[in-house]
């Protein structure tokens, strides 16, 4: 693997301290693609090879990485990939759906095998009401494939006997479920698999004119996505670490002073916006969405937000080791006029850690081969 550049950063490096090593993360200009097995349709994923150049740069093989806001679970693949060991934890229970597949990818043909034993054609009883929220995004006849397949998965896992293949189904089940072309169960979505609320997504049916009876077997598309992950060779080593769902404040299955590396992203402020971006994936997979909703932390003011940082930056100091690194990935966007980077970096401060480095870096744009530095600006801070 091609890992990125870092070179001296030129440009302001916000309101850091002018001594403060700054660097800047280059991209190469070949090979900026994901590798396959982190090309996953999940909301606002951080790029695979941000994680792995800290991951290769700051840890040894059989090293402890940690991630605290894992989100599609792209860190602990990335270490596994690596050769160390790994905690993911995420309050969302999509995260282990979305990881824990990946690291221990069935065979093609055992897939092929399981599609063909399962009932598809087993009828599902649904009440109206959600039978017509669930026709704003999907057509009759795909819609009754995705409940018998539903009920499957459900059953399985409610039994016991859910294994490795039946994982790795859901896991793709999951991830195509929706999008913005024909290569997903829905509808179109808005971009990215966002979702909607129903009459949100009616009115986008609207104005999309969508074909209501488009057929399609989903079969087709779990063994086309199937092939497409499985071209990766470089499989992760699935013993090698676990997926908690915890808060991040609270994550007592993490021993003290035993994480090498602590590299993760923030979450967003508005913590509803993320319920109503998981909703139908969570029902999917059969979680209550009001038990989710209670779960999260509010997360609706800087204050708020601030506070609650606090509380997960003392965490750290408990289970990192004397030395570990803590890096914290972060977008450039501004809070009241200062960069978000610099309010997370005094957090970390007050509550024990030391600045040693920041990292500046722009997501490539994949549509203009040419652009190597992208539009998307991200700061990574480096703590100790």
Same mark, same amino acid.
């Given at each position: 693997?091609?890992?990125?550049? /870092? @070179?001296?950063?030129?440009?302001?490096?916000?309101?850091?301290?002018?001594?403060?090593? =700054?660097?800047?993360?280059?991209?190469?200009?070949?090979?900026?693609? @994901?590798?396959?097995?982190?090309?996953?349709?999940?909301?606002?994923?951080?790029?695979?090879?941000?994680?792995?150049?800290?991951?290769?740069?700051? *840890?040894?093989?059989?090293?402890?990485?940690?991630?605290?806001?894992?989100?599609?679970?792209?860190?602990?693949?990335?270490?596994?990939?690596?050769?160390?060991?790994?905690?993911?934890?995420?309050? !969302? %229970?999509?995260?282990?759906?979305?990881?824990?597949?990946?690291?221990?990818?069935?065979?093609?043909?055992?897939?092929?095998?399981?599609?063909?034993?399962?009932?598809?054609?087993?009828?599902?009883?649904?009440?109206?009401?959600?039978?017509?929220?669930?026709?704003?995004?999907? =057509?009759?006849?795909?819609?009754?494939?995705?409940?018998?397949?539903?009920?499957?998965?459900?059953?399985?896992?409610?039994?016991?006997?859910?294994?490795?293949?039946?994982?790795?189904?859901?896991?793709?089940? *999951? @991830?195509?479920?929706?999008?913005?072309?024909?290569?997903?169960?829905?509808?179109?979505?808005?971009?990215?698999?966002?979702?909607?609320?129903?009459?949100?997504?009616?009115?986008?049916?609207?104005?999309?004119?969508?074909?209501?009876?488009?057929?399609?077997?989903? *079969?087709?598309?779990?063994?086309?996505?199937?092939?497409?992950?499985?071209?990766?060779?470089?499989? %992760?080593? /699935?013993?090698?670490?676990?997926?908690?769902? /915890?808060?991040?404040?609270?994550?007592?299955?993490?021993?003290?002073?035993?994480?090498?590396?602590?590299?993760?992203?923030?979450?967003?402020?508005?913590?509803?916006?993320?319920?109503?971006?998981?909703?139908?994936?969570?029902?999917? !997979?059969?979680?209550?969405?009001?038990?989710? *909703?209670?779960?999260?932390?509010?997360?609706?003011?800087?204050? @708020?937000?601030?506070?609650?940082?606090?509380?997960?930056?003392?965490?750290?100091?408990?289970?990192?080791?004397?030395?570990?690194?803590?890096?914290?990935?972060?977008?450039?966007?501004?809070?009241?006029?200062?960069?978000?980077?610099?309010?997370?970096?005094?957090?970390?401060?007050?509550?024990?850690?030391?600045?040693?480095?920041?990292?500046?870096?722009?997501?490539?744009?994949?549509?203009?081969?040419? !652009?190597?530095?992208?539009?998307?600006?991200?700061?990574?801070?480096?703590?100790?």
């Amino acid at each position: 693997m091609e890992y990125l550049q /870092a @070179e001296p950063y030129q440009g302001q490096s916000h309101g850091y301290a002018a001594d403060l090593p =700054s660097w800047e993360l280059i991209f190469p200009a070949v090979g900026r693609e @994901e590798a396959i097995i982190h090309q996953v349709a999940y909301l606002a994923g951080l790029h695979s090879q941000i994680a792995a150049w800290f991951i290769h740069e700051k *840890t040894k093989e059989g090293e402890l990485v940690c991630d605290v806001f894992a989100g599609r679970g792209t860190t602990g693949i990335e270490a596994a990939r690596q050769g160390r060991s790994f905690f993911l934890n995420d309050l !969302n %229970p999509l995260m282990p759906i979305l990881a824990e597949a990946r690291l221990q990818p069935p065979d093609l043909q055992a897939i092929e095998q399981r599609l063909r034993e399962i009932p598809f054609d087993t009828p599902v009883w649904i009440d109206e009401a959600s039978r017509q929220d669930l026709l704003a995004y999907f =057509s009759p006849q795909i819609l009754r494939q995705l409940l018998s397949m539903r009920q499957y998965l459900l059953m399985r896992q409610q039994t016991g006997s859910l294994d490795s293949i039946d994982r790795w189904l859901r896991f793709v089940l *999951t @991830e195509r479920l929706l999008g913005s072309d024909a290569h997903y169960f829905s509808f179109p979505t808005l971009p990215a698999g966002y979702a909607t609320r129903p009459e949100q997504q009616k009115r986008l049916n609207q104005k999309n004119q969508i074909d209501y009876n488009r057929e399609m077997q989903i *079969t087709d598309l779990l063994r086309q996505r199937s092939a497409f992950y499985l071209q990766d060779k470089a499989a %992760p080593n /699935a013993a090698a670490g676990c997926c908690l769902v /915890a808060d991040a404040a609270h994550l007592a299955a993490i021993p003290d002073h035993s994480v090498d590396l602590q590299f993760t992203s923030p979450p967003f402020l508005n913590t509803l916006q993320y319920v109503d971006e998981n909703w139908l994936r969570l029902w999917l !997979n059969g979680f209550s969405e009001e038990d989710f *909703t209670a779960r999260l932390p509010r997360l609706y003011t800087m204050p @708020e937000w601030s506070a609650y940082m606090t509380r997960v930056l003392q965490e750290q100091r408990r289970f990192c080791k004397v030395g570990a690194r803590n890096v914290w990935a972060v977008a450039e966007r501004r809070v009241n006029s200062r960069w978000l980077d610099e309010i997370l970096a005094e957090l970390a401060i007050a509550a024990g850690w030391q600045l040693q480095a920041v990292y500046h870096t722009c997501l490539p744009q994949m549509k203009k081969r040419q !652009n190597l530095r992208g539009a998307q600006g991200l700061c990574c801070i480096e703590l100790q």
